[in-house]
């Protein structure tokens, strides 16, 4: 067969117009983005172990993830500085990150590869009726506030956080200004503890969490990791059945209903308690034997 033969006779190629060729190019980039998901991850008991050390395989089958094209982000209680480093140790530099247990959203500026973030989004509270309040009920408890711009007021030192850059103040400076949220621990307090006491004083206008110890947790009412996690997903443009998220404590609870609740999935860590179990509906492995890894790696 020569050259000439292999090519069709004259006039038997139909051309579409140049709007159906775009349509079509539009519509195979929907597709392409169709599947992209949005998987939100706690850090500490889900990422992290206690030691500080990564859950075994989750740096490896994040990177994964995020080459297959989905958005691997972070969703914790802890402040922009302590979320940032475990991000490095992931190897990820999401477009968002929600931080301060949905007081804080932060966005990455530039490219994908870029390490600078700018406040995306900021909830505030005035905190002197609360702190009031659990002043008088805890009155040897160790208090720390965060203000809009990252910076942290303390009453007393505790090994646990990170008080780099933070500053001491008495109690009454904590109530000066807005807050983004209100730490509280009393290590005398069990966490049940904590759980009759807030519903005993029944604090009001705000939200709360209360961790694993006797940790309160205190954000501005109806801000929560939800909240946030709806506003990046809506930046994004990703479907709501296509969220996924994982945690294992009280503070992980709204979130987990904010994604099944709108067709997506929600794992709980298996090492979490049970009212975090029953808001996933779907129980993975525990931090230590690799939890978040196995959930990425069956996407």
């Known amino acids: 067969m020569t050259d000439e033969a292999a090519f069709p006779q004259t006039g038997a190629v139909e051309s579409a117009p140049k709007q159906e060729a775009a349509d079509l190019v539009a519509d195979l980039a929907d597709e392409a983005t169709a599947g992209r998901m949005l998987i939100a991850l706690d850090i500490d008991g889900t990422v992290l172990l206690e030691d500080d050390s990564l859950s075994p395989g989750v740096a490896e089958a994040a990177a994964r993830a995020q080459h297959a094209g989905h958005e691997v982000m972070l969703a914790t209680g802890r402040s922009w500085d302590s979320t940032r480093p475990i991000m490095d140790r992931l190897g990820i530099r999401p477009e968002y990150a929600v931080c301060s247990n949905g007081a804080i959203v932060m966005r990455r500026v530039g490219h994908a590869d870029a390490a600078e973030y700018e406040r995306a989004h900021v909830e505030t509270f005035d905190p002197t009726e609360v702190l009031t309040l659990l002043g008088e009920h805890l ?91 709806e506003l990046v997903r809506g930046w994004l443009g990703i479907a709501p059945e296509n969220v996924l998220v994982m945690g294992d404590g009280r503070n992980d609870i709204e979130m987990m209903q904010w994604a099944v609740r709108n067709g997506g999935r929600a794992v709980a860590m298996h090492q979490g308690p049970p009212e975090v179990h029953a808001a996933a509906g779907e129980v993975g492995l525990s931090v230590t034997e690799g939890g978040v890894a196995a959930i990425l790696r069956s996407l």
Do not use: M
């Open 139 to 229: 009155p040897d408890a160790h208090f720390l506030v965060e203000l809009p711009d990252g910076s942290r007021l303390f009453t007393d030192y505790l090994d646990d956080w990170n008080l780099q850059g933070a500053n001491k103040v008495s109690f009454d400076e904590l109530s000066l200004q807005p807050v983004c949220r209100v730490v509280v621990v009393a290590p005398e307090q069990t966490d049940q503890d904590f759980l009759e006491l807030v519903e005993r004083i029944g604090l009001s206008q705000v939200s709360y969490a209360i961790g694993w110890t006797a940790w309160l947790d205190i954000a501005p009412q109806g801000v929560d990791k939800s909240t946030a996690l």
